[in-house]
């Protein structure tokens, strides 16, 4: 069965989280959402965030508040994204059905300069396999998507990869979700991507901080450990805070 998010494990999962690259938090908070023994990173990157959206939803509630800034003024802008506008961009909508979704990256072919080149859609493997800070990360990350060239090659052109690269959001809807803004103060619009799981890590970093200061506050004022305090609720907990402030 999946496993929540709770006070109970929220510590370990930031924790675990610490030390591992954003590719990785996002297969281990997904996992939470995911049935049990699921690959988690060989789903298509929408499962993912059709999970880590389910995660969020049932811990946080479904409105994400967003802050961007204008490309065009520098206007900070706070945005708040509903989570079935996310599922209507295929994150856990019809490309992912329920928080499960696809298991299998759905997969095409194009005919591009001569070559018939059946590609598939990018997972969570593919992503933590690349760094992001090598020259042709791109290159690597499109490379990775390719299943079949007929006739064969030694080395596919860039021409052919970047056309692989326009077809993956078709094939795989919901894996970045992009919103359109437009600026109150200029009027620019742009097209701004939205990290889900860079959201819900933000999240889960920002509950764990606040877990661990009432547990060092209530630990210097009562003497407490980690786990009695954690093992009482958080409305007594309140109380017990606000007594020992006062």
Known sequence: MPCALTETNVLDVWENGLGSTPAGRSVLL?????????DVAGLPLSTLNALLLHLRSGAFGDLLPCVTD???CGESLDVTVAADELRAL???????????????????????????????????????????GTPDARRQLLLRCVLHVSPPADEL?????????????????????????DCPQCGHRW??????????WA???????????????????YGWTEAEVLAVG???????LEASAG
Request: with cysteine; hydrophobic share 40%; aromatic share 4%.
């Open 90 to 132: 295929g994150a856990g909508g019809t490309a992912a059905p329920g928080p499960g979704g696809r298991t299998e990256p759905a997969v095409a072919t194009l005919t591009a300069h001569g070559m018939d080149v059946t590609f598939r859609a990018l997972t969570a493997r593919d992503v933590q396999a690349v760094d992001p």
């Open 203 to 221: 999240d889960v970093s920002g509950y764990a901080h606040r877990l661990l200061h009432e547990v060092h506050a209530l630990a210097r004022a």
């Open 30 to 38: 997904a996992s939470l959402a995911a049935p049990a023994g699921q």
């Open 70 to 72: 204008c490309p065009e």
């Open 234 to 240: 958080p409305l007594r907990r309140r109380f017990y």
């Open 191 to 200: 097209q701004a991507p939205l990290d889900i799981a860079d959201h819900v």
């Open 157 to 181: 052109p860039d021409e052919v990869l970047e056309d692989v690269a326009r077809r993956l959001p078709g094939l795989d809807p919901g894996a970045d979700p992009v919103f359109t803004l």
